[in-house]
């Protein structure tokens, strides 16, 4: 196989991927959610149960990775992970609205459905970073990475605005004809985006591992998690994600109980938290890749500092709540959110550039790895933010010392997250190792 680094239109059609599985996702776990909650009554744990199974499932992330690695291609990978994505979508819409005729039926039906999304958005998002990895300059890494997630967040605003248009009036037959047509799309605008763009060599390319010779699974995992580096990160990522994810459902809950803010004022302030997100992803990319090489775009520095912002923006936003000083809400959020897209963006750079260091063609294997203990902190994450809270008041009638607690204590995590980074080497060290022929790639 040849291989070729991409330009930035490679970058972008990668891109388009990323618009297509966030714009599926954000159907199945925003809009169904909905729909199980307020049209069918239903308890909200059962959505909540559901969403957490299809992050469970990725937990075999490490194993489709290795698939590519071993097969040496990644784009079948991609398009097969997106059209389980997209059949699992259209099941998940059919088995809510099979849910008005019987609860156990379409539950039954939702199950095998959220199992497929699982297994799509980790087999295409796993092999997609990891083509990523391998066919992306260095110096163009940071911004790679927040090209292709600031991508994703278009295209999720971007589906869920067009769909809530779409939606109304609503209907259970509306709904599953809006989701199908959405997965349709999608799964088209993948084969198009990828289409080629793992060929078309230039370059000669390391050789990988013949199927024949190629370890077991378990072999090779074990290899991976033998490295070093691979395990650090690994634990950086799931405490980073925790932190991370553990803010995301009690935020707006905060605003409410504590500033008496409407539902509406609550969306609102969740869109200023996605507005300082865009902005540290746009600042984390750009000043990543203009000072390539140098301290100042160093993704290991920007990691460590935008963990180390993240803590200090969820305490500062605990000690605002603990003084009801409302006119400082907004401006904590946005530093939240901006020290989330920074370190987000440093953390993604972080994880392409050590993705191909250590034992030869497991590029897959890693970020499979990786991807795992995303999906588990993220499963894991909602449940201890509202879990926390839930804990909190029982011990504290004022929801101000609740909300403060859970918020300083996700900071703390993201200062364990900081000093984990701080462990992690850099760029640069990894390459004066692989020039002395230390790790190889």
């Known amino acids: 196989m040849n291989e070729r680094t991409f330009g930035w239109i490679g970058i972008v059609r990668l891109g388009l991927v990323q618009v297509a599985l966030g714009s599926i996702v954000a159907i199945t776990n925003s809009t169904l959610n ?8 239903l308890l909200a744990t059962l959505p909540g149960a559901l969403v957490a199974l299809h992050y469970a499932v990725q937990a075999l992330r490490p194993r489709w990775g290795y698939g590519s690695d071993v097969g040496g291609r990644r784009t079948p990978w991609i398009i097969g992970g997106m059209a389980i994505l997209a059949a699992g979508g259209v099941g998940a819409a059919a088995a809510t609205a099979a ?3 019987s609860v156990w039926i379409g539950l039954a039906g939702s199950v095998i459905a959220y199992v497929l999304i699982g297994i799509g958005v980790g087999a295409c998002g796993t092999n997609l970073l990891a083509l990523l990895a391998t066919r992306v ?8 990475a927040a090209v292709v997630w600031l991508m994703m967040i278009a295209g999720i605003v971007v589906t869920s605005k067009t769909v809530g248009a779409v939606l109304d009036p609503f209907s259970f037959g509306r709904l599953v004809a809006v989701t199908a047509s959405v997965c349709a799309i999608a799964l ?3 084969i198009l985006a990828i289409w080629q763009l793992e060929g078309g060599a230039t370059t000669a390319a390391p050789k990988r591992e013949s199927v024949a010779d190629a370890p077991p699974f378990s072999q090779a995992l074990a290899q991976v998690w033998s490295e070093t580096e691979s395990r650090r990160f690994a634990l950086f990522v799931f405490v980073a994600m925790l932190a991370y994810n553990a803010q995301d459902l009690i935020l707006e809950p905060f605003a409410g109980l504590v500033f008496g803010l409407t539902p509406g004022e609550t969306t609102s302030l969740s869109g200023v938290q996605h507005q300082g997100v865009f902005m540290g992803m746009l600042a984390a990319g ?24 993240s803590a200090v923006a969820l305490i500062g936003l605990s000690l605002v709540g603990l003084s009801g000083a409302g006119p400082l ?10 020290a989330n897209g920074a370190f987000a963006v440093a953390a993604i750079g972080s994880m392409m550039t050590l993705a191909g260091t250590g034992q030869k063609s497991r590029e897959g294997t890693r970020m499979g790895l990786w991807g795992a203990a995303q999906a588990m902190a993220f499963g894991l994450g909602g449940l201890a933010g509202t879990l926390g809270v839930d804990i909190a008041r029982l011990a504290f ?45």
């Open 34 to 41: 909905r729909v199980m909650v307020v049209e069918l009554a």
């Open 329 to 338: 809400l907004k401006p904590a959020v946005f530093a939240l959110g901006a």
């Open 137 to 144: 300059a260095p110096e163009r890494r940071p911004a790679a």
């Open 188 to 190: 088209l605008l993948t």
């Open 286 to 309: 750009s000043i990543g890749s203009y000072f390539a090489g140098s301290r100042i775009g160093s993704m290991r520095g920007w990691t460590i500092w935008g963990c180390a912002a």
């Open 99 to 101: 849910m008005t005729a």
């Open 397 to 441: 009638e004022d929801p101000a010392k609740s909300y403060g607690i859970v918020f300083a204590a996700e900071g703390l995590l993201f200062l364990v997250a900081a000093m984990l980074a701080a462990r992690l080497v850099s760029r640069t060290t990894l390459q004066k190792q692989s020039s002395r022929g230390l790790s190889p790639a």
